[in-house]
């Protein structure tokens, strides 16, 4: 079946209507969940008017930790029941989109994933000879280093505070009070995501500790299963069903080659200069399409008297199709 046949048996099987979003990961050419999505999905929901149910068809590896908050009201403000289809990955801020919703339909390879926001930091002690290589502070590493002075190198709680000083020593104090900051906004919209369709305070709490704080790794997957042990709203689809969200997720994978890298010698072949047009997300529903495109050339040169490859972005921007 092509693209519109699978949205269209998605919905008739969900008995809703469906709203695809789908950042990409493909480097250079990856994307993240951000606010400049909120118009476009807002003119998607136009489009659908207000319904009983709307589905969201989401792949993305994160982004911006505010915005899943923002996506979530503008969908219910169009339907009561308000539900995520995750065939894949939905990762960090795509979680947060997750918890929002009265249930998440997974399929088999449906992950999640833990909200571990991180920050950077403005001078690299890795490496100090290169200010433009920001060094990235992961909230987790953080708490990590403090858990490791005390459980493997016996700190006590009154020597804590040295432990604190050598860190800032290394780590600009702007920067931790970020990270702290950070993790503070990931549990405050985990919860506020949460309490829009559940009440039980202990579920809530279960739930906000599980994702910000006692998964440690970060992009560990939570499978569906262990999404369900932390009282998360999970339903599986029947193996008709399951095919047909593969199938969709397959069909933008494929056109967006999610997962591989870019190498200009898949444009150049032969030639001495190529135009780069590559998909970096999209959002879609039935009779409307967004796309971020990025547009650009890559162009053999010479330099230092070896081959090399020059490329440049002319933009990157969202554009309408349909």
């Known amino acids: 079946m092509n693209k519109e046949s699978l949205i269209k048996a998605i919905e008739e099987s969900r008995r809703s209507r469906l709203i695809i979003y789908i950042t990409g990961d493909r480097q250079p050419f990856s994307t993240k969940i951000a606010d400049d999505v909120i118009p476009l999905l807002n003119r998607h929901l136009e489009n659908l008017g207000r319904l009983q149910k ?3 068809f989401l792949y993305t590896r994160g982004g911006d930790m505010v915005a899943p908050l923002r996506i979530v009201k503008l969908i219910r403000s169009y339907a ?13 801020a795509g979680t947060l989109i997750a918890l929002g ?19 950077t930091h ?3 002690p890795i490496d100090p000879q290169n200010p433009q290589r920001k060094l990235e502070i992961s909230v987790e590493d953080i708490n990590s280093y403090f858990l490791l002075a005390k459980e493997k190198a016996g700190v006590k709680d009154e020597q804590m505070v040295e432990i604190y000083k050598q860190l800032g020593e290394k780590i600009h104090p702007l920067s931790l009070g970020n990270a702290y900051r950070a993790i503070r906004m990931a549990k405050q919209i985990a919860e506020k995501l949460l309490k829009i369709h559940i009440e039980n305070e202990e579920r809530i709490k279960k739930i906000v500790n599980a994702v910000t704080s006692d998964i440690c790794i970060h992009g560990y997957p939570i499978t569906r299963d262990e999404a369900k042990d ?36 898949e444009i150049l072949g032969n030639k001495e200069m190529g135009e780069i047009i590559c998909s970096g997300a999209y959002i879609e529903s039935n009779g409307l399409s967004d796309q971020f495109t990025f547009k ?6 010479i330099r230092n008297n ?4 020059d490329m440049h972005l002319d933009s990157q921007k969202w554009e309408r199709i349909k």
């Open 54 to 56: 709307i589905s969201l």
């Open 80 to 92: 009561q029941d308000f539900e995520v289809i995750i065939p894949y990955r939905a990762h960090s």
């Open 101 to 119: 919703a009265n249930r998440i339909l997974m399929g088999k390879l449906g992950e999640l994933s833990p909200i571990d926001p991180s920050t």
């Open 122 to 124: 403005p001078f690299n």
């Open 230 to 265: 932390l009282g998360l709203e999970i339903e599986e689809p029947n193996a008709v069903l399951e095919k047909d969200i593969w199938a969709l997720y397959d069909t933008y994978a494929k056109e967006m080659k999610l997962g591989i890298p870019f190498h200009p010698s």
């Open 296 to 301: 650009g050339k890559v162009q053999k040169a």
């Open 306 to 309: 070896k081959p090399a490859i």
